[in-house]
């Protein structure tokens, strides 16, 4: 069974940083593929960066230069460092993982519970 928990959310100001960290049990092809979203009430969950066990990333164009995702293989675990927030990043983070990739993606998506960020102006 795959678990994934996420840690790090909290209460900052605007400008200020926080690094979220998820980590993942289960077999490490389900972690083939990890990264953040982000859902704000009332919206959409978005993709908010995304990376995969050979080191492709993605982000969204909001939070280029802004946020740094990285990950360690050997304990299927991924970070996301975020830094100069602002209130537009208060959401609940979420933690995902997919085996996408390896021959053992069956289109399954795994996900955390969550964690708030909020950041105050």
């Known amino acids: 069974q795959v678990q994934l928990v996420e840690s790090g959310g909290g209460y900052v100001q605007t400008g200020g940083s926080l690094r979220l960290v998820c980590v993942g049990s289960g077999d490490a092809y389900y972690f083939n593929e990890m990264g953040w979203y982000r859902q704000a009430p009332g919206q959409q969950r978005e993709l908010v960066a995304d990376?995969?066990?050979?080191?492709?990333?993605t982000y969204a164009d909001s939070v280029k230069g802004r946020f740094t995702i990285s990950r360690d293989n050997a304990k299927n675990t991924v970070y996301l460092q975020m830094n100069n927030l602002n209130p537009e990043d208060t959401a609940v983070y979420f933690c995902h993982s997919s085996a996408r990739g390896t021959p053992h993606y069956f289109g399954r998506e795994y996900w955390g519970k969550g964690t708030l960020v909020t950041v105050s102006s």
């Open positions: 990376t995969t066990s050979g080191n492709t990333i």
